[in-house]
């Protein structure tokens, strides 16, 4: 695992990394910036101004490419016409030759990325995996006409969680920040990483207190007990964790520290 962290923070500079027998993980950065801890939830005035005394939180929005044994993965898309198709291309890596995209669920920033600014895909030859829950959730029980519109432009795989989604990425239960909420963990050459999507959002706060919650989070009891089952998963198994709102690099090594965790 140590590996796989140095790995990504010489990939900021290198743009590559590389692991074991054909795992290979680039952070792609979508956008860069401050949030308000007005989006805390379960966390309280003397709290929220302990670990973010000006009252700003820095946020990021991530998605990842994964080097499966042959297979290249993108691992969300950001937002509707942003910088994933860009940052891919500084990678040498074109939309075109992006065939498997797996989606964490179906928020603005993870799926927007998948159309362009011309309303066209923005990854004509690629395929789209979403969890059965998260698109019946979307598409059949709020019928959003974005998420609608997206997945139509893509021939659409729906899985079920603990499915082997594709060789070597397995789809685990992390539900509650959406219904479908869904974190992969992916494998080759005995390295291992898992993409947890959305698992926290603020580090900083979450980490210690994984009790805290956002409001982006459709069930936040749900949220918070998918958070501690998969970092308790993280720090006993010794695997790293990807995260679309973990600061640069992206990726943390998890550590359990009393009643949280910390990070590095």
Request: overall charge negative; glycine content about 10%.
């Amino acid at each position: 695992m140590t590996k796989i962290i140095a790995a990504l923070i010489i990939s900021l500079v290198m743009a590559s990394c590389a692991f074991a027998e054909g795992l290979e993980v680039l952070t792609l950065v979508e956008t860069q910036g401050q949030s308000d801890t007005g989006l805390l939830v379960n966390a309280s005035d003397s709290l929220k101004a302990e670990y973010f005394p000006d009252g700003k939180m820095p946020s990021q929005i991530l998605a990842f490419w994964v080097k499966v044994g042959d297979n290249g993965i993108l691992f969300d898309a950001g937002l509707r016409a942003g910088n994933i198709p860009a940052e891919l291309s500084t990678k040498g890596i074109d939309t075109e030759n992006v065939k498997t995209i797996l989606l964490t669920h179906l928020h603005g920033d993870h799926y927007g990325g998948l159309v362009n600014a011309e309303g066209k895909a923005a990854f004509p030859n690629a395929e789209v995996y979403v969890s059965k829950p998260e698109y019946d959730y979307w598409v059949n029980e709020l019928k959003n006409d974005s998420v609608i519109s997206a997945l139509k432009l893509y021939k659409v795989n729906q899985f079920a969680f603990g499915d082997e989604v594709v060789a070597g990425v397995r789809a685990i239960d992390t539900s509650g920040h959406t219904p479908g909420h869904v974190s992969y963990l992916a494998e080759s050459g005995g390295e291992k990483i898992l993409i947890a999507g959305d698992i926290m959002h603020f580090q900083t706060i979450q980490l210690p207190h994984p009790e805290v919650a956002v409001k982006y989070d459709v069930d936040p009891v749900k949220a918070v007990q998918s958070r501690k089952f998969l970092l308790d998963y993280a720090a006993e198994k010794h695997i790293a964790v990807a995260g679309m709102h973990i600061m640069l690099p992206g990726v943390l090594d998890i550590t359990k520290s009393g009643e949280g965790y910390t990070g590095k």
